[in-house]
C-alpha cells in the first residue's frame, strides 16, 4: 500500500483535533502515516508526536508559516514530505494548499471527502445534491471534510523530526484585521447554533451565543444575516459561498433553509430548525422542527438546558 501523509491543520496556532481526524483517514488509504507540522516554533509539532497510528513526524520549520501565503506554504511543504498520498483537511485554506500541492506534484486532488471504502472516496457534488465516488490509484492529494472520522486516539509516541525548509513568500502581509469572533470556528464544531435575517437584528445574536456556550457550540450565520449586519462576520458564514459544516447537531434559527445555506449543512447529522413560518424550506430538512419565533422558543430551550446542568 502506499505512504500516506498527514498536513496537520492548525487552529490559533495549535494542531487542533481536525488531524487526529485525517490520520483515520490516512490510516485507510496507505501505511506509514507520516505527519508533517507547517510551524514557525518546531515546539507545537510535539502534539502530533502523541497521535496513535502515526510512524513519523516531520515539523517543517520556517518563518514562511507565521502567515498564510498560498504558494510558500506549498513549496516549503513539497520540499519535505515524502511522495505518497497527501491528506489535508477540507478547510478553505487547505483545499488551497491542497491544489497547490497536486500542482506542484503534478498528481490529482480530490476535494472535500466525507467517506472512505478500499480506495474508493465520496465527495459531495452540486451542492451536495448529489455523491461522486471516485476511485484513486497511485499518489494524490486528498481533502477529508471536519467531523466525519473518528479522531485518531492521542496514545501514541512518536519522535519529531525537525527540517528548516523555506519557500518564496509572493504576497507581503500589510495588516492583519482581528477576527470579529474569538469564539469556536463553525467549520471544526460538533454543535453549531446559526442565525438568520429571522434574528431581526445582530444584537439579537447573543441569545445565539448564551445558548452556545451552554452546549459548547459554535455560532453561524445565513449569507442574509452576514451581508445584512457588519457585526456579523463572514467567518461565521456557513453555506455555498461560506464554510462547509459537517456537526453532529445543527440548530438553524430563522432561516429559511435556502438551497444555498443547505449546500453547507446538509450533511449534518441532526438538524433542528426554529422559524414562525410551518412552511419555510428548512422544516424539510429538519429532523425535529419547532414552529414558532426565536423570541418564544430560545428562552425555553435556553432554561431547559440550564436546568439540565443544574
Ligand atoms: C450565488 C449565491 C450564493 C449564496 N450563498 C449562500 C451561503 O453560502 N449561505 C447562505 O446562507 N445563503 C447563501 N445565499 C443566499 C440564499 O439564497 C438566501 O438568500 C439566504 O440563505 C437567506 O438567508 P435567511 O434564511 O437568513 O433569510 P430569509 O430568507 O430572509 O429568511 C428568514 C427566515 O426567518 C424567519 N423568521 C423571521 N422572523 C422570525 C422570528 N422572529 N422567529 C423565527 N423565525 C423568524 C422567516 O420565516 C424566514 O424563514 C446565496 C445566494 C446566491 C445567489
Redesign the pocket.
Known sequence: MTETIVIAELSKGEISITTNELVSAANLLGTNCTIVVPCADSTIADKAGKISGVSKVIAAKSTVFSNYDAAAWAEAIDSVAPAGIVVTAASAQSKDLAARLAARRSISVIQDVIAIEGGNLSTPIYSGKAIQNVSVSGNSVISVRANVFAPAEDSGNCEVQVIDTTGNVTTALKEMVQRASERLDVSEANIIIS??????TPANFTHLEEIADKLGAAVG???????TWDEIPHSM???????TVNPNLYI??????????L??MRSSKYIVA????AD???FQHADYGIV??????LPVLSSSLANLMA
Open positions: 442565525g438568520g435575517r429571522g434574528m431581526g450565520a445565513s449569507r442574509a444575516a452576514v451581508d458564514q456557513v453555506g455555498q459561498t461560506g464554510k438553524a434559527v430563522g432561516i429559511s433553509g435556502a438551497i444555498q445555506h449546500a453547507g426554529i422559524n414562525k413560518d419555510a424550506p428548512i414558532a419565533t426565536w423570541e418564544d422558543a
